[in-house]
């Protein structure tokens, strides 16, 4: 393949006159590969920022060029003697790249565990005998260097990390003549060498040596504690009594029936220890063991504790919570019904049973005696909110002030009545209270300009989201802003911030993001509400803060979904006046920790924002519901029936979406750009260009399809294939990848189209998900236009940077994008031309590509172009791939742009396969 770099010795060099002569050094280090990039012995730092002239003169530019790729993406370290790719990231990187870098697939060696010198004796030692091929005893013939061995005829080889992993136990090695250890550590490499199927010589495999090396814990439930108890294991053939009995007396040796020597590990030794003195579990501590049982274990490494919540499950403790609720009837002339009281739910919603306000006065006495938020209750235990107390005042001066004390209330008090629960956190409403939350803005309590350390100004409909976000924090409702990609969600939500910070209300305020978006944020609120700036903390990184007092005193918290659960004690110790979590897809499934941390959070009020709040399921709506309002859907199961089964069956889609947005509608604030934007932003023009295929593509077209029709090839496959073909032959051949463009008609389109653009000094962003294509058009791109087009395949701080550079500079240029990298995260208005050179196959993807260009902020006219392949010569039946795509995805916008329809439905690929 042109371009790959050999592995050791063999790189490409300039003639010595060529004064632009950059030398790339590669050296095989035992963490990975480390890059010595020079000019003129001078080691070299990206990005190396080149003039297309310079490129020109290079041989080795295509390395370079990835080089620079992989360090824009974050898979090179900078260090002090150049740039290391460390060996965990070889598998994260594309096959192709890692066939131009020369990195080999990791070997499996053919390996044998011996050993020098008796058990006991000052020299005893395993020797791991390693064969390969032909190639015997490489321990001794080759050199090795962490996981490389470099063979006498200069082959270089990687260790699968499996044997990479035993070769570093072998080498581990204790004293040989330290009794308490290495007859520990035999049974230790004898258990893994037969675990794993490496053979042994016959001195080692009659060593009678067993080893234990796993820890368990078990639960007992009485009642009235939970004890926990450790728990040996091992894969070596040991009996359970034997391991039992270890495990009681934390025993480190053992004989057993068969006069076998068993060992343990002697860290498992002194982690069964540690279990072993912890106390008992009891009183309120057992419904907190239940709801977070890691926070009581020890911090043991290879302890897994995935499936320790399902033992915990198995004990049979239920838990359950005291939900404050305010719940409305509507009765006639405009007259309401309330109740107030409290359900006791379990995690997924479910009311098991409920009581008045003033009956629970007994248990809220019974928890303040006791000084603890859990109390028993009929054999479980049930939380009560701190704030239960207060709830049944003010429930009590709601009936005496305002519906003189019977539970009626005209609608013009309703505002009143909830008024006074405005303390009262995370407070479950109904429908018909919700709906009275519109006569708030009737009477205009709030203003629609926000204060004026806000430096921006807001479109009509972002004052009206900045409205929605106040009413809704006066009334202690949570919110799910799911406005089109595009209309501004962070602005909007910067505005509100800015309006906590004017009452008095910000402090403290958490934003939890993706990791790509943290830079951002920071980068926004400096634009639009710079005073926030001297309030705002980014927390990451190994020197985060660990005191949640000091989290309380700061203004906005920004951290991320991954950093949150890590840290979840610390933040859980924060009464929070808003928590806002951007991009709410992230908590779409109930059990994952980001979902279940952010909804234990403590709160005043509840924000979520997201353009596609439904991908998968409509239970992923439920799951970002139960973080902003808990209880308006019902249990999970409750939602399910109503409306994941209904819609499911695809024939009642429509009255069940009406209905579900009816009921969601308060706390739920949804518009798209061609409602709001229609007249404001400028107009989008889509331009199909028809273009045949080469006659390379033709030809490759027409063999797949025999395949197919002969059923010589999977149907999947062949979609996968006559896809990537579409775009370039080269991506199915590698004989053609330096193909002419001319000699791809698509290719060809999509030059041309870039030179009008060029005429007219503007800017274009490509988009295809194809690394090779990607490659492939930055280099034909090159040599038509001199410029070096920057690629996206991802998103990271360094990538953040170029894409500021490519907005600020002036005239054309072009960006080459994948669809999925450009998801979130990047305005990039400075281009008005959009080319999709490969359809993605879901069209809401395909238009959140778009809308980095057509969005806020674009002033000019926006050209979107779709390059589809066709079949003059009929070798298809339907059209080509590319084709019948296109008319997919024509069909389905409507469907793509609901937010409630999930993209299961939109099943590209089965109709396809019809097609051809």
């Given amino acids: 393949m042109a371009g790959v770099f050999d592995f050791i010795h063999k790189r490409r060099k300039l003639a010595s006159s060529t004064p632009t002569e950059i030398k790339v050094d590669k050296v095989l280090v035992p963490q990975g590969l480390e890059y010595k990039v020079l000019r003129d012995a001078q080691l070299l730092q990206f990005p190396l920022n080149l003039r297309i002239s310079e490129l020109r003169q290079l041989g080795n530019a295509e390395l370079l060029e990835t080089l620079e790729d992989l360090w824009f993406e974050g898979y090179l370290e900078s260090e002090s003697s150049g740039f290391v790719l ?12 890692k066939e131009r870098l020369g990195i080999p697939e990791p070997t499996e060696l053919k390996l044998r565990l011996g050993h020098e010198s008796a058990v006991g004796s000052p ?33 270089v080889l990687l260790m699968n990390e499996e044997q990479y992993q035993f070769q570093q136990l072998i080498d581990e090695a204790p004293n040989a003549m330290d009794r308490e250890k290495i007859f520990t550590y035999v049974a230790q490499v004898r258990n893994a060498a037969m675990r794993l199927g490496y053979p042994m010589d016959d001195y080692l495999r009659h060593q009678e040596y067993l080893f234990v090396d796993q820890l368990e814990i078990d639960l007992n439930y009485d009642q009235s504690a939970i004890t926990l108890h450790p728990r040996y294991g091992s894969t070596d053939d040991i009996s359970s009594e034997i391991l039992s009995n270890m495990s009681a007396a934390s025993s480190r040796y ?15 030794v002194e982690e069964a220890n540690r279990i072993q003195e912890l106390p008992p579990v009891t009183g309120s501590d057992i419904p907190k063991f239940v709801e977070n049982p890691e926070a009581f274990l020890p911090d043991i490494d290879g302890l897994d504790v995935s499936h320790f919540g399902e033992r915990v499950k198995s004990l049979g403790i239920r838990v359950y919570r005291a939900q404050p609720y305010v719940h409305a009837t509507e009765q006639e002339r405009g007259w309401f019904e309330l109740d107030f009281g409290f359900a006791a739910q379990d995690e997924d919603g479910e009311v098991y049973q409920t009581w008045e306000a003033s009956e629970m006065q007994s248990l809220i006495t019974q928890a303040q005696e006791n000084g603890e938020e859990f109390i028993e209750w009929n054999g479980s235990w049930l939380r009560l909110p701190k704030d239960a107390e207060q709830f049944v005042d003010h429930s009590e ?34 429908q018909p209270i919700l709906r009275a939350q ?43 802003l799911a406005d089109d990609m595009g209309l501004g969600k962070t602005i ?172 969601i509608s308060m706390v739920y604030k949804r518009r798209t750009k061609s409602e709001e934007l229609g007249d404001q932003l400028p107009p989008k023009q889509s331009i199909i260009s028809e273009v045949p295929l080469g006659t390379e593509q033709s030809k490759l077209y027409a063999e797949v399809l025999t395949l197919v029709r002969n059923k010589a090839m999977d149907g999947l496959q062949a979609i996968q294939k006559l896809k990537a073909l579409s775009s370039h032959p080269g991506l199915v051949a590698d004989q053609y990848i330096n193909l002419s463009y001319e000699l791809v008609p698509k290719l060809q389109e999509t030059i041309n189209i870039i030179r009008k653009v060029k005429e007219k000094g503007e800017k274009v962003l490509i988009f295809t998900e194809y690394i090779k294509m990607q490659e492939i058009l930055r280099s034909t791109i090159r040599d038509c236009f001199d410029i070096n087009p920057m690629i996206i395949n991802g998103m990271t701080d360094r990538r953040q940077e170029q894409v500021d550079k490519f907005n600020s500079g002036d005239g054309f240029d072009v960006m080459i ?48 172009y779709y390059p589809i392949v066709t079949d003059p010569k009929g070798l298809t039946r339907n059209g080509t791939v590319e084709e019948i795509v296109h008319q997919l995805l024509t069909d389905k916008q409507d469907m793509a742009s609901s937010v ?15 097609g051809i």
């Fill in 900 to 914: 409630i329809v999930s993209s299961r439905k939109l099943n590209i690929e089965e109709e396809i396969l019809k």
């Fill in 817 to 864: 994008l994948s669809p999925k990298a450009a998801g979130t995260g990047l305005t990039i208005t400075s281009a008005n031309h959009v080319i999709h050179y490969t359809r993605w196959w879901n069209p809401a993807v395909e238009n959140q590509a778009t809308d980095r260009a057509y969005r806020i902020g674009q002033d000019k006219p926006v050209y979107v």
């Fill in 397 to 430: 001066t709601a009936k005496k002030e305002f519906m003189g004390g019977g539970n009626l209330v005209d609608i013009t008090k309703l505002p009143y009545v909830l008024e006074i629960y405005d303390n009262i956190s995370q407070l479950e409403f109904n």
């Fill in 123 to 155: 020299h005893f030692k395993f020797v791991l005998e390693k064969n390969y091929k032909t190639w015997e005893h490489l321990e001794r013939s080759s050199k090795c260097l962490g996981p490389w061995i470099v063979m006498p005829n200069q082959q």
């Fill in 254 to 268: 053992a004989v057993d029936e068969n006069n076998r020597k068993v060992f343990v590990k002697p860290s498992i």
């Fill in 492 to 663: 909007q939500v910067i505005s509100f911030l800015s309006y906590l910070q004017d009452i008095g209300y910000l402090t403290p305020t958490l934003v939890v993001v993706p990791k790509t978006l943290m830079d951002n944020w920071e980068k926004e609120v400096r634009k639009f509400a710079p005073s926030l700036l001297q309030s705002l903390y980014i927390h990451r990184g190994a020197h985060r803060l660990k005191d949640a007092e000091d989290l309380k005193r700061i203004g906005i918290t920004v951290t991320t979904y991954h950093t949150l659960a890590k840290d979840q004690l610390i933040f859980g110790q924060v009464d929070w006046q808003a928590v806002i979590c951007d991009e709410a897809q992230a908590i779409k499934n109930p059990s994952t920790a980001a979902s279940k941390v952010l909804k234990a959070m403590k709160s005043k009020f509840r924000l979520a924002m997201t353009g596609t709040p439904v991908e998968n399921g409509l239970s992923e709506l439920w799951s970002i519901m139960d973080y902003v309002q808990p209880g308006l859907l019902g249990s999970l199961s409750q939602f399910k029936a109503e409306y994941v089964s209904r819609m499911d069956e695809g024939t009642t889609d429509s009255e069940a979406e009406k209905k579900l947005l009816a009921r």
């Fill in 438 to 480: 519109q006569e708030i803005q009737d009477l205009g309590i709030f203003t629609k300009q926000p204060p004026s350390s806000f430096v921006a100004t807001l479109k009509p409909f972002q004052m009206d989201g900045f409205v929605w976000m106040k009413s809704l924090h006066y009334r202690k409702l949570g919110g799910l």
């Fill in 86 to 97: 460390t060996m965990d990231r070889f598998h994260e990187i594309p096959q192709e790249l």
